[in-house]
């Protein structure tokens, strides 16, 4: 059964640090390239992030630099470290496969970046 949960979001300043994380069943953890996504109202769902087994491929241009992937290969978890947060990084966090699988959208978590 294809299963993920995220968790570690919530509400930190501009230019503040937060860091997600997702716990993922194995059948997609282990098969899969894995992937952060995030959305606002109104908009579709962009990836933010994604890696490998082991290696990032490259970041989206607007979290480069702030935005560091990783996987914890034993705990089948993904977390996504971010730093310098702005305003525009406000939205609802998933992780997924990359590409994402219909089946693999979990609730998401919010980060909020406001003063």
């Known amino acids: 059964q294809v299963q993920l949960t995220e968790s570690g979001g919530g509400l930190v300043q501009p230019g503040g640090s937060l860091k997600v994380s997702c716990a993922a069943s194995?059948?997609?953890?282990?098969?899969?390239?894995m992937g952060w996504y995030r959305q606002t109202p109104g908009n579709e769902r962009e990836l933010v992030a994604s890696?490998?087994?082991?290696?990032?491929?490259p970041y989206a241009d607007s979290v480069k630099g702030r935005f560091t992937i990783s996987r914890d290969n034993m705990k089948n978890m993904i977390y996504l470290q971010m730093n310098n947060l702005k305003p525009e990084d406000t939205a609802i966090y998933y992780c997924?496969?990359?590409?994402?699988?219909?089946?693999?959208w979990g609730q998401g978590t919010q980060v909020t970046v406001s003063s």
């Open positions: 997924n496969s990359r590409p994402p699988l219909s089946r693999g």
């Open positions: 194995e059948i997609i953890f282990k098969r899969y390239d």
């Open positions: 890696i490998t087994l082991s290696t990032p491929f």
